[in-house]
Structure formats: C-alpha cells, structure tokens
C-alpha cells in the first residue's frame, strides 16, 4: 500500500504528474497518510483511500503484523 505516503509526496512534488492514488489498506497507516498528505499541502493532488485492490473482484482478509508490514490473506473467492 502508500503506507505513510513517501513515494505519493514526491512524486507529488516533481510537478509533473496529474491526480495521485493512494491506496493503503492497514487502518494503522492510513491516518498517517492522510495526516502527512494535509501537512504537505498535496490534498489537491493525492487522494487518499482506506483499502487494497485487487485484479479480482473478491473480498480478502487483512493481517496486521506486530512489525511494520501487514498481510492479504486470500479466504476465497468472495464477491464483494
């Protein structure tokens, strides 16, 4: 996921892109984000969105590691 939006800031900053998407599932990290978004003044640029994706449309788990990573576990092919 974006994590905490390192690589969404900068990329930000080079002025050279149009929108940018964030995606970052862990619900830990995305406040983070969206924290660091706002105190960078990139709002107009980043959008951020609490949630992974998939080439499937299916509903996975998410296991939050103690360490700073989490994890998609696969429960299936779920519609959702």
């Known amino acids: 996921g974006a994590n905490f939006g390192l690589y969404s800031l900068l990329l930000a900053r ?4 149009g929108d940018i ?3 970052e599932p862990d619900p830990r990290n995305h ?3 969206v924290t660091n978004i706002a105190a960078n003044g990139l709002a ?3 959008r951020s969105f609490a949630c992974g994706l998939s080439d499937r449309d299916t509903t996975a788990g ?3 590691a103690t360490g ?3 994890h998609v576990q696969n429960r299936g092919n779920r519609a959702g």
Do not use: K, N
């Not at 080079?14 to 892109?17: F, L, P, Y």
């Open 14 to 17: 080079t002025g050279r892109v």
């Open 21 to 23: 998407l964030a995606f």
């Open 31 to 33: 406040p983070q984000l």
């Open 44 to 46: 107009t640029l980043i």
């Open 62 to 64: 998410f296991l939050q």
């Open 68 to 70: 700073a990573h989490g």
